[in-house]
Protein backbone atom coordinates (compact mmCIF):
# COMPACT_ATOMS: atom_id res chain seq x y z
CA UNK A 1 0.00 0.00 0.00
CA UNK A 2 2.80 2.12 0.87
CA UNK A 3 4.66 1.64 -2.12
CA UNK A 4 1.69 2.55 -4.43
CA UNK A 5 0.93 5.87 -2.88
CA UNK A 6 4.14 6.88 -3.53
CA UNK A 7 3.87 5.77 -7.18
CA UNK A 8 1.03 7.40 -7.36
CA UNK A 9 2.60 10.60 -6.00
CA UNK A 10 5.31 10.66 -8.19
CA UNK A 11 2.84 10.38 -11.25
CA UNK A 12 1.21 13.10 -9.30
CA UNK A 13 4.18 15.33 -9.86
CA UNK A 14 5.37 14.89 -13.16
CA UNK A 15 1.92 13.84 -15.13
CA UNK A 16 -0.36 15.67 -12.81
CA UNK A 17 -0.34 19.16 -14.17
CA UNK A 18 -1.06 18.16 -17.68
CA UNK A 19 -4.08 15.46 -17.21
CA UNK A 20 -5.47 17.81 -14.34
CA UNK A 21 -5.19 21.08 -16.61
CA UNK A 22 -6.71 18.78 -20.05
CA UNK A 23 -9.82 17.42 -17.70
CA UNK A 24 -10.54 21.16 -17.13
CA UNK A 25 -9.83 22.13 -20.08
CA UNK A 26 -12.57 19.77 -22.07
CA UNK A 27 -14.68 20.23 -19.11
CA UNK A 28 -15.08 24.00 -19.81
CA UNK A 29 -15.00 23.50 -22.84
CA UNK A 30 -18.31 21.40 -23.20
CA UNK A 31 -20.26 23.38 -20.98
CA UNK A 32 -19.23 27.27 -21.88
CA UNK A 33 -17.93 26.97 -25.23
CA UNK A 34 -14.55 27.71 -24.34
CA UNK A 35 -11.40 27.75 -26.80
CA UNK A 36 -9.98 23.83 -25.91
CA UNK A 37 -6.64 24.20 -26.67
CA UNK A 38 -6.27 27.68 -24.99
CA UNK A 39 -8.10 27.27 -21.84
CA UNK A 40 -5.62 23.68 -21.31
CA UNK A 41 -2.49 25.66 -21.82
CA UNK A 42 -3.92 28.47 -19.22
CA UNK A 43 -5.08 26.13 -16.87
CA UNK A 44 -1.62 24.49 -16.81
CA UNK A 45 0.23 27.45 -15.27
CA UNK A 46 -1.71 27.15 -12.04
CA UNK A 47 -2.60 23.45 -12.18
CA UNK A 48 2.00 23.29 -11.58
CA UNK A 49 1.59 25.93 -9.12
CA UNK A 50 -0.82 23.90 -7.27
CA UNK A 51 1.55 20.30 -7.91
CA UNK A 52 4.50 22.32 -6.58
CA UNK A 53 3.12 23.54 -3.35
CA UNK A 54 0.93 20.55 -2.71
CA UNK A 55 4.80 18.40 -2.75
CA UNK A 56 6.63 21.11 -1.06
CA UNK A 57 3.94 20.81 1.31
CA UNK A 58 4.20 17.29 2.00
CA UNK A 59 8.20 18.15 3.52
CA UNK A 60 6.47 20.40 6.21
CA UNK A 61 3.74 17.47 6.99
CA UNK A 62 6.15 14.59 8.50
CA UNK A 63 4.44 11.71 9.80
CA UNK A 64 5.84 11.44 13.49
CA UNK A 65 3.79 13.89 14.90
CA UNK A 66 3.56 17.07 12.72
CA UNK A 67 5.58 18.71 14.68
CA UNK A 68 6.52 20.96 11.98
CA UNK A 69 3.16 22.88 12.74
CA UNK A 70 3.95 22.33 16.39
CA UNK A 71 0.41 19.85 16.61
CA UNK A 72 0.51 16.15 17.44
CA UNK A 73 -2.64 14.55 15.29
CA UNK A 74 -4.10 11.58 17.03
CA UNK A 75 -5.74 8.97 15.05
CA UNK A 76 -9.11 9.64 16.09
CA UNK A 77 -8.49 13.24 14.48
CA UNK A 78 -7.38 11.54 11.46
CA UNK A 79 -10.81 12.09 9.33
CA UNK A 80 -11.37 15.69 10.20
CA UNK A 81 -8.04 16.55 9.20
CA UNK A 82 -7.81 14.95 5.68
CA UNK A 83 -11.45 17.00 5.38
CA UNK A 84 -9.97 20.03 6.53
CA UNK A 85 -6.84 19.89 4.21
CA UNK A 86 -8.91 18.89 1.22
CA UNK A 87 -11.47 21.87 1.74
CA UNK A 88 -8.09 23.96 2.07
CA UNK A 89 -6.38 22.86 -1.03
CA UNK A 90 -9.73 22.82 -2.87
CA UNK A 91 -9.95 26.44 -1.86
CA UNK A 92 -6.33 26.89 -3.08
CA UNK A 93 -6.94 25.54 -6.05
CA UNK A 94 -9.89 27.69 -7.29
CA UNK A 95 -7.66 31.07 -6.17
CA UNK A 96 -5.00 30.06 -8.47
CA UNK A 97 -6.74 28.99 -11.78
CA UNK A 98 -9.36 32.45 -10.97
CA UNK A 99 -6.62 34.70 -12.79
CA UNK A 100 -5.86 31.90 -16.18
CA UNK A 101 -9.85 31.80 -16.79
CA UNK A 102 -10.80 35.30 -16.40
CA UNK A 103 -8.29 35.57 -19.57
CA UNK A 104 -9.55 32.76 -21.35
CA UNK A 105 -12.66 34.78 -21.55
CA UNK A 106 -12.98 36.95 -24.65
CA UNK A 107 -12.15 40.62 -23.79
CA UNK A 108 -14.43 42.94 -23.24
CA UNK A 109 -16.86 40.40 -22.02
CA UNK A 110 -13.93 39.39 -18.98
CA UNK A 111 -15.82 38.66 -15.56
CA UNK A 112 -14.24 37.44 -12.45
CA UNK A 113 -17.81 35.90 -11.34
CA UNK A 114 -17.86 34.07 -14.17
CA UNK A 115 -14.17 33.08 -13.82
CA UNK A 116 -14.89 32.10 -9.80
CA UNK A 117 -17.77 29.84 -11.00
CA UNK A 118 -15.95 28.12 -13.69
CA UNK A 119 -12.80 27.97 -11.55
CA UNK A 120 -15.38 26.34 -8.56
CA UNK A 121 -16.57 24.09 -11.33
CA UNK A 122 -12.38 23.17 -12.49
CA UNK A 123 -11.52 22.41 -9.08
CA UNK A 124 -14.80 20.27 -8.40
CA UNK A 125 -13.48 17.98 -11.16
CA UNK A 126 -9.82 17.85 -10.12
CA UNK A 127 -10.75 16.93 -6.83
CA UNK A 128 -13.06 14.20 -8.12
CA UNK A 129 -10.17 12.67 -10.23
CA UNK A 130 -7.67 13.19 -7.24
CA UNK A 131 -10.05 10.97 -5.18
CA UNK A 132 -10.00 8.69 -8.02
CA UNK A 133 -6.67 8.33 -8.18
CA UNK A 134 -5.47 8.72 -4.17
CA UNK A 135 -8.04 6.99 -2.50
CA UNK A 136 -7.44 3.13 -3.43
CA UNK A 137 -3.78 3.58 -2.02
CA UNK A 138 -4.87 5.26 1.18
CA UNK A 139 -4.62 3.25 4.11
CA UNK A 140 -6.87 4.51 7.11
CA UNK A 141 -7.02 0.80 8.63
CA UNK A 142 -5.79 2.34 12.08
CA UNK A 143 -8.13 4.75 12.64
CA UNK A 144 -11.17 2.23 11.95
CA UNK A 145 -9.88 0.21 14.74
CA UNK A 146 -12.07 0.32 17.83
CA UNK A 147 -11.06 2.11 21.06
CA UNK A 148 -10.87 1.15 24.16
CA UNK A 149 -9.59 2.94 27.65
CA UNK A 150 -10.04 -0.58 29.87
CA UNK A 151 -6.19 -1.64 28.27
CA UNK A 152 -5.18 -2.92 32.04
CA UNK A 153 -8.13 -5.77 31.57
CA UNK A 154 -6.88 -6.87 27.90
CA UNK A 155 -3.37 -7.66 29.76
CA UNK A 156 -2.11 -11.31 30.06
CA UNK A 157 -0.99 -12.08 33.42
CA UNK A 158 2.45 -12.63 32.85
CA UNK A 159 4.53 -9.98 34.42
CA UNK A 160 5.82 -7.40 31.95
CA UNK A 161 8.38 -4.49 32.18
CA UNK A 162 8.01 -1.68 29.18
CA UNK A 163 11.16 0.45 28.63
CA UNK A 164 10.25 3.43 26.27
CA UNK A 165 11.91 6.91 25.12
CA UNK A 166 9.97 10.24 25.91
CA UNK A 167 10.76 13.52 25.89
CA UNK A 168 14.82 12.96 26.12
CA UNK A 169 14.17 10.01 29.17
CA UNK A 170 13.70 6.51 29.40
CA UNK A 171 11.05 5.37 30.98
CA UNK A 172 10.21 1.91 32.51
CA UNK A 173 7.20 0.35 33.86
CA UNK A 174 5.17 -2.40 34.83
CA UNK A 175 2.23 -2.59 32.45
CA UNK A 176 0.06 -4.13 34.56
CA UNK A 177 0.62 -1.18 37.68
CA UNK A 178 0.53 1.65 34.52
CA UNK A 179 3.08 3.31 35.71
CA UNK A 180 6.29 4.95 34.71
CA UNK A 181 9.39 6.43 35.82
CA UNK A 182 12.63 7.77 34.40
CA UNK A 183 15.24 5.90 34.36
CA UNK A 184 18.11 7.37 31.98
CA UNK A 185 18.28 11.01 29.98
CA UNK A 186 19.08 10.21 26.08
CA UNK A 187 21.10 12.54 24.75
CA UNK A 188 20.81 11.74 20.59
CA UNK A 189 16.86 11.59 19.05
CA UNK A 190 18.75 8.47 16.99
CA UNK A 191 18.98 6.55 19.89
CA UNK A 192 16.79 3.29 20.23
CA UNK A 193 15.91 0.82 23.10
CA UNK A 194 17.47 -2.80 22.26
CA UNK A 195 17.65 -6.00 24.55
CA UNK A 196 20.35 -8.20 24.15
CA UNK A 197 20.47 -12.11 26.16
CA UNK A 198 23.67 -12.48 27.48
CA UNK A 199 22.82 -15.75 29.18
CA UNK A 200 19.68 -17.83 29.65
CA UNK A 201 17.66 -15.99 32.46
CA UNK A 202 19.87 -13.07 31.92
CA UNK A 203 19.82 -9.80 30.04
CA UNK A 204 20.62 -6.47 29.29
CA UNK A 205 18.77 -3.17 27.67
CA UNK A 206 20.73 -0.97 25.66
CA UNK A 207 20.56 2.43 24.10
CA UNK A 208 21.95 1.90 20.36
CA UNK A 209 22.19 4.33 17.48
CA UNK A 210 22.84 2.80 13.95
CA UNK A 211 23.29 -0.63 15.62
CA UNK A 212 25.99 0.29 17.72
CA UNK A 213 25.35 -0.42 21.58
CA UNK A 214 26.16 3.64 23.15
CA UNK A 215 24.94 3.04 26.66
CA UNK A 216 23.66 0.39 29.41
CA UNK A 217 20.48 1.35 30.54
CA UNK A 218 19.99 -1.43 33.10
CA UNK A 219 20.08 -5.32 32.92
CA UNK A 220 17.27 -7.67 33.70
CA UNK A 221 17.55 -11.04 35.75
CA UNK A 222 15.03 -13.41 36.41
CA UNK A 223 15.20 -17.36 36.26
CA UNK A 224 11.97 -17.80 34.01
CA UNK A 225 12.94 -17.10 30.43
CA UNK A 226 12.20 -13.80 28.71
CA UNK A 227 10.73 -13.10 25.27
CA UNK A 228 12.82 -10.14 24.04
CA UNK A 229 11.61 -7.35 21.88
CA UNK A 230 13.55 -8.28 19.44
CA UNK A 231 12.56 -11.68 18.87
CA UNK A 232 9.16 -10.84 19.03
CA UNK A 233 9.72 -7.92 16.29
CA UNK A 234 10.98 -9.93 13.76
CA UNK A 235 8.27 -12.58 13.96
CA UNK A 236 5.60 -10.12 13.73
CA UNK A 237 7.32 -9.40 10.36
CA UNK A 238 7.35 -12.95 9.26
CA UNK A 239 3.82 -13.94 10.58
CA UNK A 240 4.34 -16.30 13.58
CA UNK A 241 5.28 -15.50 17.19
CA UNK A 242 7.61 -16.70 19.71
CA UNK A 243 6.00 -19.81 20.59
CA UNK A 244 5.13 -20.96 17.09
CA UNK A 245 1.65 -20.89 16.38
CA UNK A 246 0.84 -17.33 17.73
CA UNK A 247 -1.72 -15.20 15.38
CA UNK A 248 -0.10 -12.07 13.90
CA UNK A 249 -2.71 -9.35 12.25
CA UNK A 250 -1.87 -7.48 9.80
CA UNK A 251 0.84 -4.38 9.91
CA UNK A 252 -1.23 -1.64 11.02
CA UNK A 253 -0.71 1.75 8.47
CA UNK A 254 -1.77 5.64 8.27
CA UNK A 255 -0.94 6.20 5.12
CA UNK A 256 -2.72 9.18 2.75
CA UNK A 257 -1.43 12.12 0.20
CA UNK A 258 -1.18 14.14 3.46
CA UNK A 259 0.71 11.95 5.90
CA UNK A 260 2.28 8.55 6.20
CA UNK A 261 2.30 6.65 9.71
CA UNK A 262 3.29 3.25 9.89
CA UNK A 263 3.40 0.86 12.95
CA UNK A 264 7.23 -0.02 13.93
CA UNK A 265 8.86 -1.51 16.71
CA UNK A 266 6.03 -4.15 17.07
CA UNK A 267 6.82 -5.66 20.26
CA UNK A 268 4.39 -9.65 20.56
CA UNK A 269 2.94 -10.47 23.77
CA UNK A 270 3.12 -14.22 24.07
CA UNK A 271 -0.85 -14.14 24.23
CA UNK A 272 -0.77 -12.32 20.83
CA UNK A 273 -1.25 -8.69 22.04
CA UNK A 274 0.58 -6.05 20.36
CA UNK A 275 2.43 -3.09 21.39
CA UNK A 276 4.00 -0.83 18.88
CA UNK A 277 5.15 2.65 17.73
CA UNK A 278 3.21 4.99 15.62
CA UNK A 279 3.88 8.55 14.74
CA UNK A 280 5.87 9.07 18.11
CA UNK A 281 3.00 7.20 20.02
CA UNK A 282 2.74 4.21 21.79
CA UNK A 283 -0.09 2.43 21.32
CA UNK A 284 -1.57 -1.04 22.74
CA UNK A 285 -3.54 -3.44 20.07
CA UNK A 286 -5.70 -6.83 21.64
CA UNK A 287 -6.10 -9.44 18.89
CA UNK A 288 -8.77 -11.02 21.03
CA UNK A 289 -11.14 -8.25 20.97
CA UNK A 290 -9.62 -6.02 17.77
CA UNK A 291 -9.32 -2.59 19.73
CA UNK A 292 -6.81 -0.48 19.82
CA UNK A 293 -5.31 1.76 23.17
CA UNK A 294 -3.40 4.85 23.59
CA UNK A 295 -0.73 4.10 25.98
CA UNK A 296 1.63 6.83 26.44
CA UNK A 297 3.68 9.20 24.10
CA UNK A 298 6.95 8.09 23.25
CA UNK A 299 8.92 5.94 20.52
CA UNK A 300 11.03 3.11 20.74
CA UNK A 301 9.39 0.44 23.14
CA UNK A 302 10.94 -2.56 24.13
CA UNK A 303 8.65 -5.12 26.22
CA UNK A 304 10.23 -7.57 28.38
CA UNK A 305 7.66 -10.23 29.12
CA UNK A 306 8.34 -12.86 31.91
CA UNK A 307 6.89 -16.40 30.73
CA UNK A 308 5.92 -18.98 33.67
CA UNK A 309 8.81 -21.79 33.61
CA UNK A 310 7.97 -24.91 31.92
CA UNK A 311 6.23 -27.79 34.21
CA UNK A 312 8.30 -30.71 34.86
Known amino acids: MADALMFTLFAF ?30 LLIPHLFFCGLFLASLSHVPGEGFSSFGYRLSVDEVYRFIFALSA ?26 ISTRASLAAAGLVFVLLAAAFWPVTDLSLARLPRTEEWLTLLPSDSMS ?6 GQVYKGNLTADRFLPLRHVTDPLDELMFFGTEPGRGEVWLVNRGARVELVEPTENSDRWIPSDAAHAAFFHGYGPAGDLHVPPTFALASPFFRWEAGRENVFPTGELIFELGNRIFFYSTKTQKLAFLSEGRSPLLIVKKAPPKN
Open 13 to 42: MFVGPLVLAIAGGVLLHLTRSWPLLRTTLL
Open 88 to 113: GWFIVLVFLQMPALYFVQPPGVRSWV
Open 162 to 167: LYFIRD
